[in-house]
């Protein structure tokens, strides 16, 4: 029962994959926010860690101011303006945010904060005004967030709660920072994975609808491509069997060998999709053996010129490569030939010239096959050597193939460690580049 259910569930999600993707994508932003409120509770837990360390600093500052008799005098005259000489005031207002500012220092570093950048003030507390500050334009409130009473000896002189000092933090973001960095990267290296996962998943849904398309297409293709030769099979062998006795033995040899045609048509057929799935094993066997690629061509265009000829075209060659040996497998060098040959006479509706040219390059052979046929548009030049790919030209079957034949060819050339580009412009033609690298015997 409960094996029934999930393969329904199963199910129902592979034919709406648009449902997976927006579970996923709610369950990602839940986990992002939850993310998000627990990152910013642990920021105001260390807001006030430091807020309550800071405390401690201005409580012991203030002993410190308290205790020192000598400090405390000079702070009295400066916040009296009992100091009239411009140059003795400047003095002792910088003698004593000197000393105030080496406690602070040595206060911060006993408690590991000595990363901090800040300034130290002394100001009225119901005036906007500054009496001494360590910055050089100073504003009285940005020192009213962390700050203390100055000690009793400058409360008696001058008033209950008239000044005070504080303290003006310029990157106290370092001391959130350093509590939780740890944290931080910890979550930034999960939702990494998460996130990459999330799309992750999106692409290979998307690839595996356009792969489940293609399969689709390619055995609608493949019944195409197999039923033909199957069906002219069996009109034949039906004529052969019911006029057997009437056929003189030229008429008999003629159906017999139409009959052998097809059958070759459908082992062709049946070889070429054998041949891909070889390829594509683990061990792909290969018969490597030193081979002159010029043979193969001219051997390989030598069969196509008769039926380029009889459409009213023309295979040309500019063989100028003088090094032409590679280490290559017969066979599958000639079928990267003949898939290309054959391609290039299928998709030129019109204007039917081949042109074969080879060239060496370094230490390699370029082999090019150009023609000017349909072309290929941009979108689809990466995609034509995928398996099962055909390109768009109207209807399914207006050119026969599987859509394995450009797959094919890639697999013998990267066997081969080699390469393949392809050029191609919509109603110019294209030009296919294979380039082998050299045997020297």
Known sequence: MINRWINKWIDFLRDHTYIITLLISVSLIGLLFVQFSLVSLEIDLQQRAFDKEIDEVLHDMHNYIEDDSLLSGQLIRLMANAIPDTVERGEIADSVISEVKKFTDSLLLANNMSYLDYDVGFYQRYEDTIVISSQVFPHQPDYQRYSARAGWRIKEALGKGMFRFGLLFHNKFLFVIFQVYSILIIIAFFLLILVGSFFSTLLLLKRQKQLAQLKNDFINNLTHELKTP????????????????????????????????????????????????????????????????????????????????????????????????????????????????????????????????????????????????????????????????????????????????????????????????????????????????????
Not at 292 to 320: A, C, F, N, P, T
């Open 230 to 441: 199957i069906f002219a099979s069996s009109v034949i062998f039906k004529i052969i069997n019911e006029k057997m006795g009437q056929f003189s033995n030229d008429e008999l040899s003629y159906h017999l060998k139409l009959l052998e045609k097809e059958n070759n048509q459908l082992k062709n057929k049946v070889d070429k999709v054998l041949e891909l799935t070889v390829l594509e094993s683990e061990t792909p066997k290969l018969d490597l053996r030193a081979l002159d690629v010029h043979e193969v061509v001219h051997q390989k265009s030598s069969m196509y010129q008769v039926l380029v000829e009889e459409k009213g075209g023309r295979i040309s060659y500019d063989l100028q490569a003088k090094h032409t040996t590679i280490m290559g497998d017969t066979m599958h060098i000639g079928n990267i030939l003949d898939n290309l040959l054959d391609n290039a006479i299928k998709y030129s509706d019109k204007q039917l010239d081949v042109r074969i040219s080879t060239v060496n390059v370094d230490d390699t052979l370029v082999l090019k096959i150009s023609d000017r046929g349909m072309g290929i548009g941009n979108n689809e030049l990466n995609a034509v050597f995928e398996k099962f790919y055909r390109v768009s030209h109207g209807n399914l079957h207006q050119t026969k193939g599987f859509g394995l034949g450009l797959s094919y060819v890639k697999s013998v050339v990267d066997l081969h460690n080699g390469k393949i580009t392809l050029e191609s412009r919509p109603g110019a033609g294209s030009i296919f580049m294979i380039t082998l690298p050299l045997h020297h015997q």
